[in-house]
């Protein structure tokens, strides 16, 4: 609950100030370098990432408590955090390669959440389904993203030129981001 209450503050301030901060950690090549920015609509989206973050933890002391489920209270916790620094990732990726670890990571953590209660049948059955759909659409990301690479020659996030691509690449580009996205 700390960490989502500082999260949002810090993304307030950022909010507020309008500043754009950058960082990158290095990859095993130059280009798996994973690129990270924090400016005023990331900011945004992170407001909300931590406020319910903080509530949601909140709301999981009484929903979930450790000592009625001691089998599986703690992953439910851990599973639950990973989930909102995951999601935080997201809106802070600068490129694709950190967009496509954050969001792999965001999946799993909330698969693993979803199968919570993994020993009824009902519970595993949809954490599958949830599993093989968000994958199906980080399949359509991982094209998305070898698209933008192949028209721009770099996975890095940022506005193109206009006329940067052709018009069936746009489309095609947003036919898997719809496919992925709305999966």
Known sequence: MAAALLGAATALIALLRGTIETAQLAGVLPELALRLRLDPL???FLIPIHVLGAVGTLYGLRYWRQADHPVNGRKLRLCFGV???ALAA???AADGVAFLLAWEVMA???FLL????DERAAVQEAGWVYLVATHAGTLAL???FALLWAITGSLEFRTWPSGASAPAATGVLFLLALFAFGL
């Open 142 to 144: 991982f094209a998305l």
């Open 90 to 92: 997201v809106v802070l």
């Open 114 to 117: 979803v199968t919570t209660e």
């Open 108 to 110: 799993l953590s909330a």
């Open 83 to 85: 989930l909102i620094a």
């Open 42 to 44: 990331a900011a945004f």
